[in-house]
């Protein structure tokens, strides 16, 4: 994923006033294949907001993953990002859905 945040990026857009073209984003904002820019920050908040969270976050540091890095979001040209589905509306219906039993009884309770 581009990094929108990287500082690069950020300079241009403060300079120009113009949507950026770096060596990560290469292309004019009308032609570009990515669908959103975002940044490592917005990332993580949508992974917050979505049905999958972030397993393992890597910024791309000078050309390489590094595993911890001091202002990635402002120094990253992008990241990789190790994903798990998390589906939180399967997992409500799951407790929801689960036979309540009575006290001292291993027969799940009719409903009346």
């Known amino acids: 994923m581009p990094n929108f945040g990287h ?3 950020r300079l241009q857009v403060a300079w120009a006033g113009r949507a950026p073209v770096t060596d990560s984003l290469p292309y004019e904002w009308f032609e570009s294949p ?4 975002l940044t490592l920050r917005d990332f993580r908040e949508l992974a917050g907001r979505g049905n999958f969270r972030i397993v393992k976050e890597l910024p ?6 590094v595993d911890r890095a001091w202002g990635a ?3 990253a040209h992008s ?3 190790v994903l798990e589905r998390s589906d939180h509306a399967a997992e409500k219906a799951a ?4 036979p309540v ?5 291993a027969v799940p309770a009719t409903s009346s």
């Open 60 to 65: 791309i540091i000078g050309g390489r993953a």
């Open 7 to 9: 500082w690069k990026v």
């Open 79 to 81: 990241a990789l990002y």
């Open 73 to 75: 979001n402002l120094r």
């Open 95 to 98: 407790i929801t859905s689960a």
């Open 101 to 105: 039993f009575e006290a001292g009884s």
């Open 34 to 37: 990515n669908v959103h820019f």
